[in-house]
């Protein structure tokens, strides 16, 4: 249930029911703002979110993965009903409002090298995540410091208790 340009590799419109495929690398602008689902987890290999991909979109949690390196602005624009972010490593540029007007949002979990990284201070940045600061951004400790002086514009608390260097335990079959 999605349109998409397999030359181009990018999902261009999606339903609410919609999967995205494994194979798409970029999010075109508004290719997934109908999707209504609660958890997303979006395909090792894409590579950019474009403008206002989930604008409005229903959904409550988003897995970024670590090949993502740019999330364009306004990507979740309005995304009212987001509680959990997840951001990859691979996070290299966030743009301006990507966030705006998602205030319900408890926790981001973030893998972003701070020092590699663009985020664009948009107009609405008191208008994204929780008031005073309730929203929790979870970094990894040895970077709390960057976080909390390079992007303390935005209106979260930065906690540093990421862990580092832990590569994911996949399940592994006994060999007899």
Request: proline letters at 3%; glycine letters at 6%.
């Given at each position: 249930?999605?349109?998409?340009?397999?030359?181009?590799?990018?999902?261009?419109a999606?339903?609410?029911?919609?999967?995205?495929?494994?194979?798409?690398?970029?999010?075109?602008?508004?290719?997934?703002?109908?999707?209504?689902?609660?958890?997303?987890?979006?395909?090792?290999?894409?590579?950019?979110?474009?403008?206002y991909?989930f604008?409005?979109?229903?959904?409550?949690?988003?897995?970024?993965?670590?090949s993502?390196?740019?999330?364009?602005?306004?990507?979740?624009?309005?995304?009212?009903?987001?509680?959990?972010?997840?951001?990859?490593?691979?996070?290299?540029?966030?743009?301006?409002?990507?966030?705006?007007?998602?205030?319900?949002?408890?926790?981001?979990?973030?893998?972003?090298?701070?020092?590699?990284?663009?985020?664009?201070?948009?107009?609405?940045?008191?208008?994204?995540?929780?008031a005073?600061?309730?929203?929790?951004?979870?970094?990894?400790?040895?970077?709390?410091e960057?976080?909390?002086?390079?992007?303390?514009?935005?209106?979260?608390?930065?906690?540093?208790?990421?862990?580092?260097?832990?590569?994911?335990?996949?399940?592994m079959?006994?060999i007899?």
């Amino acid at each position: 249930y999605a349109l998409s340009n397999r030359q181009t590799k990018t999902l261009i419109a999606s339903t609410r029911k919609s999967e995205i495929p494994d194979w798409i690398e970029t999010i075109g602008p508004r290719g997934a703002n109908n999707v209504y689902r609660e958890t997303i987890t979006l395909p090792d290999g894409l590579k950019s979110i474009g403008q206002y991909a989930f604008w409005y979109a229903k959904i409550t949690e988003i897995r970024i993965p670590n090949s993502v390196e740019t999330i364009s602005s306004y990507v979740f624009q309005g995304c009212s009903s987001l509680l959990t972010v997840y951001i990859g490593k691979g996070v290299k540029s966030i743009g301006r409002d990507a966030f705006e007007y998602c205030r319900n949002i408890l926790d981001i979990y973030c893998e972003a090298d701070p020092e590699h990284l663009a985020w664009s201070h948009g107009n609405y940045e008191n208008q994204a995540f929780m008031a005073d600061g309730k929203t929790l951004m979870h970094v990894r400790a040895e970077d709390l410091e960057t976080w909390q002086t390079k992007f303390d514009f935005l209106n979260v608390t930065f906690v540093g208790d990421l862990a580092t260097g832990i590569e994911p335990i996949y399940d592994m079959k006994t060999i007899d």
